[in-house]
């Protein structure tokens, strides 16, 4: 069995242009612990306020797998350990599991901290204690370890040492710098190994295009925990790649870590993961990208056709993607089949409807429009398509003015104009923060009057992507927008050239999948 | 000795988004000579009509090092190879050492090819026989070699044989499916080498996210050529990572493929293919992406001041590749100095200008900035503490608005009003398909008049993000403009509740930070 210990959150942070929101962070949490993922590493409490927070909020969270971690340093603000407030707030989140780490490096020792050799053995041996004492099961993460050894094997094997003396419950051996070959990772976890009676865990970084590699190379040694992020979030060139990693273990290795099922969502994390760090997603990630399974040669396809096997490594559906070959699609339609069975029990893949939204989500993603984060969206693409959907408005027209004075002070007004199923016509307007609040609120003035259902809704989170590049402001953007009742959450997309007009196809989604979602419910029939 | 084989021009064209024209390939192939590449696969004249006038265009080029090599199959279109219009394309390139690939998996014989495993045999040995008989040096690629020989190791064997009877002078085990692991490439290199007197060749894909770690086990089990692309471009998760693999062999293996010199071309030549494929260059590659030796924690920059062995695997500048120093809220008052020396040298991190620097930096980051994707904002922050900047324009006020009509049709107006040094005032109007697009214009057609060289600078992207999900649409934003004049790309940054102002602030920034540039360029006194 091996161990999967997530830092997305932490080290994937460390990533140049990556950041998290507290509520961006409960929401992957769920994600991973939905994979069967054990221990995710949520923040680093001691350096960071934002992450004192965020721990309050995260014992709130019902996880069925996963423990969140609080990660910190070995004692360095005190020379007592339970005056150490980097130590004590691991303690104040909690968590009955905590991560610190130490040096194993001499040179880090004497030219970081500028503390000799004996000092540091003893802040790493006084600092697990300090936590094992006080009840905390301890993960102990020796950075640079790999360098050190290669330094000084003796002096790298007696920093594990002192903690595994003081009860540290794992040991997690890391190539920091990232800068070690397979072979090397291979023979300094078998020395370690033979060394030290305690599970032993790997935690790897990119630098020399390696991580993935070294990561396995020390689960074939013997390590039985790993560290990694998502979409190889982390500092400079990244950490291990936890999304080409599992299913490695799972299916090169035959090592269990998750589920048959649990590992059919990988590939949906790993993009959630993409939309909620606003990053784009790699399509050539290996096992989740776009074009992971995406045959382009005309005798690669030709092969394919006649068996799979001839150009993919693995069943594309193990991880949750699917096989694109780049002219036609087959695949698709049941994918759709698939994922509106819930709701369109009884279509397969040649009936006209599934025929119908497949080609109008083709269009849709042609010209830029994205699902996965969106899925209310899609539902109303969906009902549309079905025939089961019924608007809740229509829309007379909108102006939005800003404006910006010789002061510096500026302004914001909307004006809105809408009928409702009855005919009847409300013209409001507001004035907002920005262009999209002026609009939300004069719509909100507008539609509430109809439905007060609405008042319970509010925007969650908000973003934008410009989709090509070249084309600077005047380029396609994609507004993703989150909503929520305080019960449910959901997520909507707009595409337009024009950020307002995107804005408000998202917007409008977002309150009009609320109108129909309660409608459904007060009346399942209809 | 590896020899270094490139085929980003044709395995990396097969990726998803990638292609060349002739011009760019003659540009790359130039590119990669310079580097010290041995072997540079130019296409495959048999399958592609455009690659048969691209080898004409490639014989007029005066290479230093590098040979341009044509790609084809062992004969399929007629059972004589001397009647085999794929084998004759290749000849008729003119060139040297040409590279043909052929089948060692029994399942690819008899499902793909549709002919006896003994056939094959024959195939591939009269194919290889006639090239050589007609004075070729030819590199055999053992098509899906490790999965054939873990498939039935004997006939993988022979295929390989058959091209060494027929007077093959390297064979290249494919890894084409991208699967394997590491270990498994090491003892099937050995026990090929074991078998045949010739030198072994090695081309993985990333699959399984190892291609790079396959390749080099591949070397350390005795493969003596090395195939690859650059940026890792290929079908599906790409090739090799060649720009990877090449300093891993040098630095870390201590073998001498390239020249000191040659190697510090690496980072160029890399961003340069990026630049010619017309893709955004992967950032975080390592060695050579603009991430690969960035810092951002606090702690990390206080260590790599200390001692730039203590996070760096390599001296950046081995590849050409330089360290960057992040400038984000963990990082403190050295790493400003640090980042700035450049332009003021002689401030130590308690000068009053540092420190008010740093409280500006602090309450910018506080209210939302970020500079390290915006280095020109901070650049200009600088500038500003350090009085040793100057307005371009005031601004007097603007006005967008944003019209959607009945019809769904849309309209967008920007007009601005601003006043030049010299106290002269433009005011002037623009569409834009959006709001931000048509206050661009507008503001471009202002400061045009004064500015001309503005003309140059467009916008490469445009980022949002919400700061404060809580507030829905009412939250702060932060907008990340990238803009270009043709030869240095500049991040800037703007944050706002309204979103038109955030991407004024990063819109203005932009062009000022062009004009200061070139201020400051033609005297450098001022």
Known sequence: MVELYDTTLRDGSQGEGVAFSVEDKLLIIEALDRLGIHYIEGGYPGSNPKDVEFFKQAKVLKLQHAEVVPFGSTRYRSNIPSEDTNLLALLDTGARTVTIFGKSWKLHATDVLRVTPEDNLDIIESSVGFLTENGRQVIYDAEHFFDGFQDDSDYALQTLKAAARAGAKCLVLCDTNGGRLPLEIQEIVRAVMAEIDLPIGIHTHNDAGMAVANTILGVQAGASHVQGTFNSYGERCGNANLSSIIP???????????????????????????????????????????????????????????????????????????????????????????????????????????????????????????????????????????????????????????????????????????????????????????????????????????????????????????????????????????????????????????????????????????????????????
Request: proline residues 3%.
């Open 248 to 526: 490695n273990l799972k299916l090169k290795l035959g090592i269990d870590c998750v589920s048959d099922n649990q590992l059919k969502q990988l590939a949906d994390v790993s993009r959630l993961i993409s939309e909620l760090a606003n990053l784009p997603h790699d399509e050539r990630q290996p096992y989740v990208g776009k074009s992971a399974f995406a045959h382009k040669g005309g005798m690669h396809i030709d092969a394919v056709k006649k068996n799979r096997l001839t150009f993919e490594h693995i069943d594309p559906e193990f991880v949750g993607n699917q096989q694109r070959i780049l002219v036609s699609d087959q695949a698709g339609r049941s994918a759709i089949v698939k994922k509106i069975e819930k709701a369109y029990p009884n279509y397969d893949r040649n009936s006209p409807e599934i025929r119908a939204l497949f080609n109008r989500m083709k269009e849709a993603e042609n010209a830029g429009y994205q699902y996965e984060a969106a899925e209310a969206s899609f539902e109303l693409l969906t009902h549309k398509v079905f025939n089961s959907y019924q608007s809740f408005f229509d829309l007379l027209g909108f102006r939005v003015i800003i404006e910006k004075f010789k002061d510096h002070s500026m302004r914001s007004e909307a004006t809105i104009k809408v009928k409702d199923p009855d005919g009847k016509v409300e013209h409001t307007a507001a004035d907002g923060d920005g262009p999209v609040e002026a609009l939300d609120i004069a719509l909100r003035k507008a539609l509430e009057r109809f439905y007060p259902a609405l008042q319970k809704v509010h925007l969650t989170d908000y973003k934008v992507r410009v989709l090509d590049t070249k084309a600077g402001t005047g380029a396609k953007v994609r507004v993703l927008i989150e909503a929520s009742d305080g019960i449910e959450h959901w997520g909507t997309v707009g595409v337009s050239e024009n950020i307002i007009q995107a804005s408000w196809e998202a917007l409008t989604d977002s309150l009009e999948y609320k109108l129909y979602k309660d409608r459904t419910k007060d009346c399942p029939d209809t």
